[in-house]
């Protein structure tokens, strides 16, 4: 029997406060309503996951996610703050 670890994982993330950020990630944020009230959310494997300003949106091949900022600081390391993968 071996010892192993999951590699590294480099994944994209963006921090979302208001409507119109995220904009280079069409298609994964969406609008909805929810009553009277116009909702923001991402399509994610597991439905539409809502969205609160100051959530981080994370990107991993064709799936996002969404955590909470306390979540994405205990889950992820910053690389690289200014890093662009346009």
Not at 35 to 50: A, D, H, I, K, Y
Not at 59 to 70: E, F, H, K, M, T
Request: glycine share 12%; proline share 6%; charged share 20%.
């Amino acid at each position: 029997m071996i010892t192993v670890e999951t590699k590294p994982v480099r994944m994209l993330a963006l921090q979302w406060n208001k409507p119109g950020d995220g904009s280079e990630l069409a298609g994964v944020i969406e609008s909805y309503r929810l009553g009277n009230q116009q909702r923001w959310g991402v399509v994610s494997l597991q439905g539409t996951q809502p969205l609160h300003p100051g959530d981080w949106i994370v990107i991993s091949g064709s799936r996002a996610q969404v955590y909470s900022p306390g979540e994405f600081a205990q889950k992820f390391n910053v690389i690289d703050e200014g890093e662009s993968h346009a």
